[in-house]
């Protein structure tokens, strides 16, 4: 039977251990690295995957079209899929099935996510899956990793573009204007496709959804498990990433990717297009359930 749960983690502390009185433990490590790019999403650290690896001895993959990741640790295999909250777990095949490993997964708080083309995982969880030890300075808001006498200190990156706090996409009007997207996948039942979307889509969108009929997109998008991006002081980026179907074997599922541009203007945030792309990840990363 498949094991599943959910990880809860101190809000506090942003998923890490809680804080104590002694010095930092990684400083007393002659080999510990220092990076500048960690990443907050949902109230979770992130940090780039090649930090991972090169400085934890770590033995990853990262597939670029599939956009996953594989971590061999003794016998066990975790995968992770960027825009998905779920990693999977594979250990030895069990007497039962010697044919198919034992399978386990875990939903995180937070997702993989490709970041101006840098892959961010999330760093307590592949951390201590590994077998380092992670802490928090809440006071420095800076993570320290140790494993043996390998060291990883991970301060957050400083955004380039300053936002001010009031101006910032808030997670409610994420998620509105997600499911906004989902209704204008098709739009030929609706019968005033411009007032309808007038308060969330900018006029270059909505003036496309009248010519394509649509966005052609899935209409079956959760709510955002990934951080909006800021390009400038009045735009970023949002990527989503829904199961579409399972494959014939069921060893498979195929995906569909939605890269969506943000716009704020007149004092709110508006989508200004969509691009979609597809990809084939294996079983496990999201439920599917045919319709």
């Given amino acids: 039977m498949i094991k599943k749960w959910t990880i809860s983690l101190l809000s506090s502390a942003l998923l890490l251990l809680p804080l104590t009185t002694e010095p930092s433990y990684a400083a007393e490590v002659p080999t510990s690295t220092t990076i500048n790019n960690g990443q907050i999403n949902n109230g979770r650290v992130l940090v780039p995957l090649r930090a991972v690896s090169e400085n934890l001895g770590a033995s990853l993959q990262w597939f670029q079209a599939d956009k996953v990741i594989k971590i061999k640790n003794g016998n066990s295999t975790i995968w992770l899929a960027a825009n998905f909250k779920r990693v999977i777990i594979e250990s030895a095949p ?20 490709v970041i101006q083309g ?5 760093l307590r ?23 043996g006498n390998k060291g990883l200190i991970v301060n957050m990156e400083s955004p380039s573009n300053q936002i001010p706090e009031k101006n910032k996409i808030t997670d409610s009007r994420l998620k ?8 204008a996948s098709k739009v030929s039942s609706i019968k005033n496709v411009n007032s309808t979307f007038q308060p969330y889509f900018t006029d270059r969108l909505i003036k496309s959804l009248v010519q394509n009929k649509g966005l052609n997109t899935a209409g079956t998008y959760e709510a955002p498990v990934t951080s909006p991006i800021y ?13 579409l179907a399972n494959g014939l074997t069921g060893e498979d599922q195929y995906a569909e990717d939605r890269t969506v541009t943000l ?5 709110t945030w508006k989508v200004d297009s969509v691009n979609k792309g597809s990809r084939v990840l294996i079983s496990g990363f999201s439920d599917y359930d045919p319709q």
């Fill in 176 to 183: 509105l204007l997600s499911d906004k997207l989902n209704q």
């Fill in 263 to 267: 716009v704020f203007t007149n004092g």
């Fill in 125 to 147: 969880f592949v951390s201590q899956s590994l077998g380092a030890v992670v802490s928090w300075d809440q006071l420095s808001k800076h993570a320290t990793v140790t494993l």
């Fill in 94 to 113: 069990s007497s039962e099935t010697p044919d198919t490993p034992s399978r386990e997964y875990v939903d995180l708080d937070t997702a993989t996510q």
């Fill in 231 to 243: 390009t400038s002081k009045h735009s970023a980026t949002l990527t989503q990433s829904v199961i």
């Fill in 118 to 122: 840098t892959t961010y995982v999330p």
